[in-house]
């Protein structure tokens, strides 16, 4: 065989070889299991514990000893609408409500293993200055080290709606509000608006303090409008909302499956039980 064949043939084999490869690591991680996304609320919350900050370290530590790889939301939409390649073990760390200990506790435990998380903040309360909660300074250094900062909500998250006559009262983007001066519950455009108010707010804010437009949500709560009577919808509504104000996915808590493939809008994530030792994830192996 002239050498031009062989050298022909064993790049035509290689080139096969590694596409095969590539799709095998796509698809295996698609199919073969679920990709883990952590909701974290506050580290000081582990309970448990007298140092959660130190257990805290461990489990960072024993997710890098477990060979995952941390990835950034961006880097699963680009996964699941393009077929993107990730690396063979990835997981999606978050972080809910912005508070003060994601800057002071989470951040640099974060740094010191070369993660990047998603803090999905309350503008709100940067604004206002909250106790407790992040200021701009720190989200500003956090986005401009590379932490990813995506919206939560405004003033959507603290206010509880009047969502019925007698005072009845609820989560503000799940429900339609009442207006009790009218005696009846918000239209379509009036809902829509009110919570297309609040997301476009908190984008644009947290644009000006970034530089960059956040794109995904964490539903406050969880609720997107699914408890809601099912004779005053919102779900649809909001999943406009969403839609026109350029937010590509929106995230659930305490689910546990960590990822719904065939909705971007109705993404699990799980709460780990990281004052426990080790990393383990509850649904791996089954
Ligand atoms: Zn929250």
């Known amino acids: ?42 580290v000081a919350d582990c309970n448990q514990t007298e140092d959660c900050e130190a257990e805290f370290d461990a489990y960072l530590g024993c997710l890098n000893n ?17 077929g993107a390649v990730l690396p063979p073990n990835p997981i999606v760390l978050t972080f809910d409500d912005g508070f003060k200990d994601a800057y002071a506790t989470a951040y640099p435990l974060l740094k ?4 990047t998380a998603t803090f999905f903040v309350i503008t709100t309360h940067a604004e206002e200055a909250t106790p407790g909660y992040l200021s701009w300074q720190e989200i500003e250094e956090m986005a401009a080290s590379g932490q990813d900062i995506e919206l939560h909500a ?55 303090h970034t530089g960059r437009a956040p794109h995904y949500w964490a539903y406050p709560y969880g609720d997107y409008g699914q408890f809601t009577d099912p004779s005053r919808p ?31 809008y109705r993404m699990g994530r799980l709460k780990p039980d990281w004052h426990e030792s080790g990393c383990d994830l509850p649904w791996q192996g089954k």
């Open 1 to 42: 065989m002239k050498k031009e064949t062989s050298t022909y043939i064993a790049f035509v084999v290689f080139g096969l070889v590694a596409a095969l490869t590539l799709y095998y690591v796509a698809h295996q991680s698609w199919t073969n299991k679920d990709i883990p996304m952590l909701d974290f609320h506050r």
């Open 154 to 208: 405004n003033i959507g998250h603290t206010n509880r709606s009047i969502i019925g006559p007698n005072v009845t009262r609820g989560t503000f983007f799940g429900n339609r509000r009442y207006l009790e001066n009218y005696s009846r519950w918000e239209t379509d455009k009036e809902y829509k608006n009110r919570a297309k108010d609040d997301l476009a707010t908190s984008i644009r804010l947290i644009r000006e």
């Open 234 to 264: 919102v779900e649809r509504l909001l999943r406009e909302a969403m839609t026109e104000e350029k937010i590509t996915m929106g995230l659930l808590v305490d689910k546990e499956m960590p990822i719904n493939a065939t909705d971007l």
């Open 112 to 115: 010191k293993y070369g993660y």
């Open 66 to 82: 477990s060979g995952y790889d941390v990835i950034s939301l961006a880097q699963l939409e680009r996964h699941i609408t393009k």
